[in-house]
Every structure is written in structure tokens, then in C-alpha cells.
T-cell receptor, first 112, second 113 residues
Framework: DGGITQSPKYLFRKEGQNVTLSCEQNLNHDAMYWYRQDPGQGLRLIYYSQIVNDFQKGDIAEGYSVSREKKESFPLTVTSAQKNPTAFYLC???????????FGSGTRLTVV | GQQLNQSPQSMFIQEGEDVSMNCTSS?????WLWYKQDPGEGPVLLIA?????ELTSNGRLTAQFGITRKDSFLNISASIPSDVGIYFC?????????????FGQGTTLQVKP
């Protein structure tokens, strides 16, 4: 079945370490997105990519980096420059047919 | 970034009651979407709306695309315990060419059996 997979589900890291969250989709979608979710704050856009080898900053890109070397993959790196990285991270993808996103099941990152 | 005004922020209701929530924007949208998020999971698309005035149902859920293109509402009839979760509205601005959605803050629904 087609879908979007995020791994791992839970991730613990020490403060000051970089960490990479995986997002893979087999839906043949062109566009992919990364969101951060904090309690009571809804979804905030970190980065998005509309095509391979191209990506743009979202509303809260500082302290994060991405790459889009393959259509299926859009990994997110949370760097040590991100001041408050503990959050729930959601990856999504979209076909070019309509505007509905398909979301992954999320990665909960805890930095201690 | 811009966010939609979604209300109410939270609801605590009795099983069997109907629920209504809405989203408003200052911009004109060409698509409205409603998602549900279960605890610890990603949002799942419930209903998509593409035309002003459109009224669409999905089981006990009914959503409408406002005639002004600046609002949408979602109704849930005869709520059940599994309706618990966070409901998000999302819209795509008519003037946008990026495909980015704008999300509401979410409505947290709790249902008392």
C-alpha cells in the first residue's frame, strides 16, 4: 500500500547533538513538507520541497536543515542551533492533482 | 506565518451530542480541508471542499465551503467516543502558487460516554 513513513517514532538526544528525522513516501508525490507541532500551537511549517533538488524555508526554518536528493525522501536535520527542539514532527506529501496533504505518523523528539 | 482562525479551541461534550466548529480567514481560498488527528498520530484527511457553497458529507461528518470563500465549517452528528481528537481546518489561498496549506490552530474534542 502507498503511504508516507516517518522513523523513528520516538527519538531521544542529548542537548547539542544534531539529529536526523527520516521521511519516505511511495505515493509518487512531488511535494513534501515538514511541520513542527507543539501543544496548543497547531502546525508550523519548517521546510518544504516542490521538486527534487529544490526546497524552500517555511515559517520556522532556523536551526533546521533538509535535503531532497530523491523524490521519495525528505530528511530533516535538527541542529544544535535549534534552541527548543523538543516537539512532535510531522512530514507530509502532496500530489500535483489537488491540495490535500498525506501525513506521516510523526516523530516525537525529546532533547535532554 | 498566516494562520486561520479556528473555533472553538476545545469542546467537551456528551456522547450523542452534535458538534460544530468553524474556520475563518481574511484571504480568499480555493480549497478547504478538514483533518482529524488522533493522539500521537499524524492528521488524517476527513473532507475536502473545492467550490464555494459546496456541502459535502462523510458519514456523520458534514462540511461546507463558505460562499464568500473565506470560511468553512464542520459538523459532527451524534458524537461517539472515538470522535475524540484534534480537528484541523486547512485552506489553500487562491493567490498562492506554492501549494502550501494554511492551518487552523485546531479544535480539541473530548466526548464523555
Amino acid at each position: 500500500d502507498g503511504g508516507i513513513t516517518q522513523s523513528p517514532k520516538y527519538l531521544f538526544r542529548k542537548e547539542g547533538q544534531n539529529v536526523t528525522l527520516s521521511c519516505e513516501q511511495n505515493l509518487n508525490h512531488d511535494a513534501m513538507y515538514w511541520y513542527r507541532q507543539d501543544p496548543g500551537q497547531g502546525l508550523r511549517l519548517i521546510y518544504y520541497s516542490q521538486i527534487v533538488n529544490d526546497f524552500q524555508k517555511g515559517d520556522i526554518a532556523e536551526g533546521y536543515s533538509v535535503s531532497r536528493e530523491k523524490k521519495e525522501s525528505f530528511p530533516l536535520t535538527v541542529t544544535s542551533a535549534q534552541k527548543n527542539p523538543t516537539a512532535f514532527y510531522l512530514c507530509a506529501s502532496r500530489s500535483g492533482v489537488d491540495y490535500g496533504y498525506t501525513f506521516g505518523s510523526g516523530t516525537r523528539l525529546t532533547v535532554v | 506565518g498566516q494562520q486561520l482562525n479556528q473555533s472553538p479551541q476545545s469542546m467537551f461534550i456528551q456522547e450523542g451530542e452534535d458538534v460544530s466548529m468553524n474556520c475563518t480567514s481574511s484571504s480568499i481560498f480555493n480549497t478547504w480541508l478538514w483533518y482529524k488527528q488522533d493522539p500521537g498520530e499524524g492528521p488524517v484527511l476527513l473532507i475536502a471542499l473545492y467550490k464555494a457553497g459546496e456541502l459535502t458529507s462523510n458519514g456523520r461528518l458534514t462540511a461546507q465551503f463558505g460562499i464568500t470563500r473565506k470560511d468553512s465549517f464542520l459538523n459532527i452528528s451524534a458524537s461517539i467516543p472515538s470522535d475524540v481528537g484534534i480537528y484541523f481546518c486547512a485552506g489553500h489561498k487562491f493567490s498562492s502558487n506554492t501549494g502550501k496549506l494554511i492551518f487552523g490552530q485546531g479544535t480539541t474534542l473530548q466526548v464523555k460516554p
